[in-house]
């Protein structure tokens, strides 16, 4: 069955420094990935997904990932972090229904910004 | 102009009651979904529904029954509350297929069983 990990529960970085948050993946084929963010007592909202085609991608608010085959990686970088990016954000893989697609989750990494 | 909505964005109950948590999308995307985050923001899929059929179901009580009067639209209902239904449940919707997956969310329903 497929899964989704991500190391870090927390993480915490200055204003302004650079961040990458981790995510593993186990799936047979290749994977509908998803970065998802959410802030504190919002929904979520999308970041960025990769399908196929260009290992790297660019999401909203400054934020790309990188898909990583031979790592089973998708990670999260930003070159330089705001206050407002505080929040918890999540790894999701698509397994996908015939009609349906249903996303499993990873455990989040909670960001905490320091100013 | 919202995308996904959900009411009510709070509920409090008492074990034991019955309530409902409605969905409605304005998308004209084909499929829905129900999930549940628990206490320590663990997100997992309940439901999804296409063109109002039920397509996946996840290893859920059957005390939760999703409806889906038409494809706008997607209800939980929940009979005889538990504590451990203490949780925030998030409606999503997609299109199928081509899309592959993405998915829009809800602000999400707080539930607190007393």
């Known amino acids: 069955a497929q899964s989704v990990t991500q190391p870090d529960i927390h993480i915490t970085v200055s204003e302004g420094a650079s961040l990458e948050l981790r995510c593993n993946y186990s799936?047979?084929?290749?994977?509908?990935l998803f970065w998802y963010v959410q802030s504190p007592g919002q929904g979520l909202q999308l970041l960025l997904k990769?399908?196929?085609?260009?290992?790297l991608v660019q999401g909203i608010k400054g934020f790309e990932a990188e898909f990583k085959r031979s790592q089973s990686s998708f990670n999260l970088r930003k070159p330089s972090v705001h206050w407002s990016d505080a929040a918890e954000y999540f790894c999701?893989?698509?397994?996908?229904?015939?009609?349906?697609?249903?996303?499993?989750f990873g455990g989040g990494t909670r960001l905490m910004v320091k100013p | 102009d919202t995308a996904v909505s959900q009411t009510p964005k709070y509920l409090v109950t008492q074990m034991g009651n019955d309530k409902s948590i409605k969905c409605e999308q304005n998308?004209?995307?084909?499929?829905m979904y129900w999930y549940k985050q628990d206490s320590k923001k663990f997100l997992k899929i309940m439901f999804s529904?296409?063109?109002?059929?039920?397509?996946i179901n996840e290893t859920v009580p059957n005390r939760f029954s999703p409806k889906s009067p038409d494809k706008a639209h997607l209800n939980l209902h929940i009979n005889s509350l538990e504590l451990g239904d203490s949780a925030v449940y998030f409606c999503?919707?997609?299109?199928?297929?081509?899309?592959?997956?993405?998915?829009?969310f809800g602000p999400g329903t707080r539930l607190l069983v007393l």
């Open positions: 990769y399908f196929s085609g260009d290992t």
């Open positions: 999503a919707s997609s299109l199928p297929g081509h899309s592959r997956g993405t998915q829009y």
């Open positions: 529904y296409n063109n109002k059929e039920l397509i």
């Open positions: 998308l004209g995307h084909d499929t």
């Open positions: 799936y047979g084929a290749t994977p509908y």
């Open positions: 999701a893989v698509v397994v996908k229904w015939s009609a349906g697609n249903m996303l499993t």
